[in-house]
Protein backbone atom coordinates (compact mmCIF):
# COMPACT_ATOMS: atom_id res chain seq x y z
CA UNK A 1 0.00 0.00 0.00
CA UNK A 2 1.14 3.19 -0.98
CA UNK A 3 2.21 6.45 1.13
CA UNK A 4 2.50 10.10 1.35
CA UNK A 5 6.16 11.13 3.28
CA UNK A 6 6.46 14.42 4.41
CA UNK A 7 10.05 16.58 4.89
CA UNK A 8 11.74 19.40 5.49
CA UNK A 9 9.95 20.88 8.44
CA UNK A 10 12.54 21.97 11.01
CA UNK A 11 13.26 25.10 13.52
CA UNK A 12 13.47 28.42 12.16
CA UNK A 13 13.23 31.97 13.65
CA UNK A 14 10.01 34.19 13.11
CA UNK A 15 10.68 35.71 9.69
CA UNK A 16 12.24 33.17 8.42
CA UNK A 17 10.87 30.73 5.57
CA UNK A 18 10.91 26.92 5.05
CA UNK A 19 9.99 25.06 2.01
CA UNK A 20 7.71 21.69 2.87
CA UNK A 21 7.92 18.69 0.52
CA UNK A 22 5.35 15.52 0.02
CA UNK A 23 5.89 12.88 -1.66
CA UNK A 24 3.98 10.08 -2.71
CA UNK A 25 5.36 6.27 -2.53
CA UNK A 26 3.96 3.16 -3.70
CA UNK A 27 1.13 5.40 -4.94
CA UNK A 28 -0.32 7.98 -7.29
CA UNK A 29 -1.05 11.39 -6.19
CA UNK A 30 -1.43 12.41 -9.55
CA UNK A 31 -4.95 12.00 -9.98
CA UNK A 32 -6.44 13.68 -6.54
CA UNK A 33 -6.55 16.79 -5.19
CA UNK A 34 -3.97 17.35 -1.97
CA UNK A 35 -3.75 19.44 1.26
CA UNK A 36 -1.50 20.62 3.74
CA UNK A 37 -3.09 20.37 7.57
CA UNK A 38 -1.42 21.24 10.72
CA UNK A 39 -2.03 20.37 13.96
CA UNK A 40 -0.23 22.26 17.00
CA UNK A 41 -0.07 20.83 20.81
CA UNK A 42 -3.50 20.63 22.51
CA UNK A 43 -5.58 21.77 19.34
CA UNK A 44 -7.20 20.33 16.30
CA UNK A 45 -5.84 19.36 13.16
CA UNK A 46 -6.96 22.60 10.83
CA UNK A 47 -6.67 22.88 7.05
CA UNK A 48 -3.86 24.79 5.62
CA UNK A 49 -3.85 25.04 1.74
CA UNK A 50 -5.07 22.86 -0.88
CA UNK A 51 -4.22 22.29 -4.68
CA UNK A 52 -6.67 20.86 -7.23
CA UNK A 53 -5.24 17.58 -9.64
CA UNK A 54 -4.44 20.03 -11.91
CA UNK A 55 -3.28 22.71 -9.74
CA UNK A 56 -5.08 25.47 -11.92
CA UNK A 57 -7.18 25.93 -8.47
CA UNK A 58 -5.56 26.79 -4.76
CA UNK A 59 -6.87 27.99 -1.45
CA UNK A 60 -5.90 28.76 1.41
CA UNK A 61 -6.51 29.29 5.20
CA UNK A 62 -6.93 32.93 6.63
CA UNK A 63 -4.11 32.70 8.25
CA UNK A 64 -1.34 31.63 6.08
CA UNK A 65 -3.16 33.54 3.03
CA UNK A 66 -0.54 35.70 1.56
CA UNK A 67 2.72 34.23 3.09
CA UNK A 68 1.99 30.30 2.24
CA UNK A 69 2.15 29.05 -1.33
CA UNK A 70 0.93 25.51 -2.41
CA UNK A 71 2.43 23.56 -5.22
CA UNK A 72 2.69 19.98 -6.83
CA UNK A 73 4.60 18.15 -9.54
CA UNK A 74 2.25 15.70 -10.67
CA UNK A 75 5.68 14.23 -12.86
CA UNK A 76 7.36 13.54 -9.42
CA UNK A 77 4.12 12.80 -7.87
CA UNK A 78 5.36 15.48 -5.10
CA UNK A 79 3.30 18.46 -3.41
CA UNK A 80 5.06 21.30 -2.02
CA UNK A 81 4.45 24.33 0.52
CA UNK A 82 6.83 27.62 0.31
CA UNK A 83 6.54 29.25 3.63
CA UNK A 84 7.43 32.58 4.43
CA UNK A 85 7.36 35.03 6.88
CA UNK A 86 6.64 32.69 9.43
CA UNK A 87 5.11 33.19 12.44
CA UNK A 88 5.34 31.66 16.31
CA UNK A 89 1.79 30.49 15.73
CA UNK A 90 2.73 28.35 12.81
CA UNK A 91 4.46 26.09 15.03
CA UNK A 92 2.67 22.63 14.26
CA UNK A 93 3.08 19.35 13.06
CA UNK A 94 2.23 19.53 9.34
CA UNK A 95 0.44 17.05 7.36
CA UNK A 96 -0.59 15.73 3.43
CA UNK A 97 -3.61 14.42 2.57
CA UNK A 98 -4.76 13.24 -0.48
CA UNK A 99 -7.83 13.56 -1.46
CA UNK A 100 -11.15 11.37 -2.43
CA UNK A 101 -11.40 13.53 -5.49
CA UNK A 102 -9.69 15.50 -7.93
CA UNK A 103 -10.88 18.61 -6.30
CA UNK A 104 -9.07 21.04 -4.22
CA UNK A 105 -11.23 20.60 -0.94
CA UNK A 106 -11.32 22.24 2.72
CA UNK A 107 -13.25 19.77 4.00
CA UNK A 108 -11.11 17.50 6.20
CA UNK A 109 -13.12 14.21 5.70
CA UNK A 110 -12.66 14.94 1.68
CA UNK A 111 -8.95 13.01 2.59
CA UNK A 112 -8.30 9.63 2.46
CA UNK A 113 -4.71 9.02 2.90
CA UNK A 114 -2.37 10.99 5.26
CA UNK A 115 1.40 11.36 5.88
CA UNK A 116 2.72 10.86 8.78
CA UNK A 117 3.38 14.76 9.42
CA UNK A 118 6.75 17.07 9.74
CA UNK A 119 7.13 19.05 12.76
CA UNK A 120 7.16 23.15 12.13
CA UNK A 121 8.63 25.17 15.11
CA UNK A 122 9.02 28.77 15.34
CA UNK A 123 10.96 30.97 17.52
CA UNK A 124 10.05 34.72 18.76
Known amino acids: QGQLVESGGGLVQAGGSLRLSCTAS????????MAWFRQAPGKGREFVAT????????RYADSVRGRFTITRDNAKNALYLQMTNLKPEDTAVYYCAASRTEYASISRPMYGDWGQGTQVTVSS
Open 26 to 33: GRTAANNG
Open 51 to 58: ISRTGDTT
